[in-house]
């Protein structure tokens, strides 16, 4: 059962473009929503994350969307450059279970 | 600050064997988290420990297991391998182990191949 569900699989833009993720989830009790990189080869890192509290979270070209009502939320990459290609997961944390469950990837390639 | 470190990085296994992988959390960090992380299903949790104590575990079978050590190094194995356990195996520590209060700061991971 995949709680977290995210759109695209894969994603192509162009260099100095906007790249758009998008997740959904029906689980009430997710609190906390970071998003994690991952370079080949590499494991993911903490990107940027938001609380449920907070429709909007912005650090330098990244930027989270959040709509609690809607139960989505999406990471915005503004300017997108060649050096942000890679994986990107959404993830959302249980505070009752205890779990971080992620979403299943985009892989974002940026072309020049 | 040394990061996380996973050993060893690359094995090949066949059915049927076991497998031991191990990480090194970072220093002061006393909570250490498993990910199984496949093409088709992206990161499953396995299990998290602190304080040598397993405080949570994902759906995996029983094949699964983990330990911690005092020093907080961390040990997963997996018996009775399958064609199907072949992944990237990672792990995560943390101060305290849930990243609304702390960041995950994950290793390179161990890639396993099941022959």
């Known amino acids: 059962q995949q709680q977290v569900k995210q759109s695209p699989q894969s994603l192509i833009v162009q260099k100095g473009g906007i790249s758009i993720i998008n997740c959904a989830y029906e689980?009430?009790?997710?609190?906390?929503f970071p998003w994690y990189q991952q370079f080949p080869g590499k494991g993911p890192a903490l990107l940027i994350a938001i609380r449920p509290d907070v429709s909007e979270k912005k650090e330098g070209r990244f930027t989270i969307s959040f709509n609690k009502s809607a139960k989505q939320f999406s990471l915005h990459i503004m300017d997108s450059q060649p050096g942000d290609s890679a994986t990107y997961f959404c993830?959302?944390?249980?505070?009752?279970?205890?779990?971080?469950?992620f979403g299943t990837g985009t892989r974002l390639t940026i072309i020049p | 600050k040394a990061g996380v470190t996973q050993t060893p990085r690359y094995l090949i296994k066949t059915r049927g064997q076991q497998v031991t992988l191990s990480c090194s959390p970072i220093?002061?960090?006393?909570?250490v988290s498993w990910y199984q992380q496949t093409p088709g299903q992206g990161l499953q949790f396995l299990f998290e420990y602190f304080s040598e104590t397993q405080r949570n575990k994902g759906n995996f079978p029983g094949r699964f297991s983990g330990r911690q050590f005092s020093n907080s190094r961390s040990e997963m194995n997996v018996s009775t391998l399958e064609l199907g356990d072949s992944a990237l195996y990672l792990c995560a520590s943390s101060l305290a182990g849930r990243p609304n209060t702390g960041e995950l700061f994950f290793g390179e991971g161990s890639r396993l191949t099941v022959l």
């Open positions: 993830a959302a944390w249980d505070f009752g279970n205890e779990k971080l469950t």
């Open positions: 689980n009430t009790a997710f609190d906390y």
């Open positions: 220093s002061g960090h006393r909570s």
